[in-house]
């Protein structure tokens, strides 16, 4: 089965930690994006990356880290810069640029 | 800056009716438009994508038209049913840039 998967569905964060999140898709897809979802709100784009060991940020990059080392995988790492980290959490991949995106499930962001 | 506006925010009908979901773009030099569903808790489904040469897309009950001019694109419904309750959400790419805008969607309640 060809797809974008995210784990974990759930995470937790406590004050002052560092977490990521993975990304993961099969598609073959040269294209990967990570947005934030809040209540009430359109998606918004923190990092997107248009090729391997190439990225660039998107409109609220600011606490957020990602790498692309690897086709296939695109980690957002949540850094304790962020102070608002509460969130759904996307991430989506395309054959190009402003191709159709196709999207994983989602990962919820709490924090204790 | 291109916003992408949908209006309204929440939505209720009976079953069986036909329903139309409207998305306003401010800027019209857009490269493609898209319209997505999303289930509660859950990623991004693509529903149709509109070419900016395109007029309008079909699939299966669901239409979708796109006027650049004005800057409107429409989703039309037809013979609504409880499964397509849901926040349906457009999206537009720009022709300058990578990156595509989201409205904030409209949540869809259809009773049965």
């Known amino acids: 089965d060809g797809g974008i998967t995210q784990s974990p569905k759930y995470l937790f964060r406590k004050e002052g930690q560092n977490v990521t999140l993975s990304c993961e898709q099969n598609l073959n897809h040269d294209a990967m994006y990570w947005y934030r979802q809040d209540p009430g709100q359109g998606l918004r784009l923190i990092y997107y990356?248009?090729?391997?060991?190439?990225?660039q940020k998107g409109d609220i990059a600011e606490g957020y880290s990602v790498s692309r080392e690897k086709k296939e995988s695109f980690p957002l790492t949540v850094t304790s810069a962020q102070k608002n980290p509460t969130a759904f959490y996307l991430c989506a991949s395309s054959f190009g640029g402003r191709e159709t995106q196709y999207f994983g499930p989602g990962t919820r962001l709490l924090v204790l | 800056k291109q916003e992408v506006t949908q209006i309204p925010a929440a939505l209720s009908v009976p079953e069986g009716e036909n329903l139309v979901l409207n998305c306003s773009f401010t800027?019209?030099?857009?490269?493609?438009l898209q319209w997505f569903r999303q289930d509660p808790g859950k990623g991004l489904t693509s529903l149709l994508l509109?070419?900016?040469?395109?007029r309008e897309q079909t699939s299966g009950r669901l239409n979708a038209s796109l006027d650049k001019s004005s800057g409107r694109s429409t989703l039309y419904i037809a013979a609504s049913q409880p499964g397509d309750s849901a926040t349906y959400l457009c999206a537009v790419a720009h022709t300058g840039g990578f990156k595509t805008i989201f409205g904030a969607g409209t949540r869809l309640f259809v009773k049965a």
């Open positions: 800027d019209s030099a857009i490269y493609n």
């Open positions: 990356s248009q090729i391997v060991n190439d990225f």
């Open positions: 509109i070419q900016s040469s395109q």
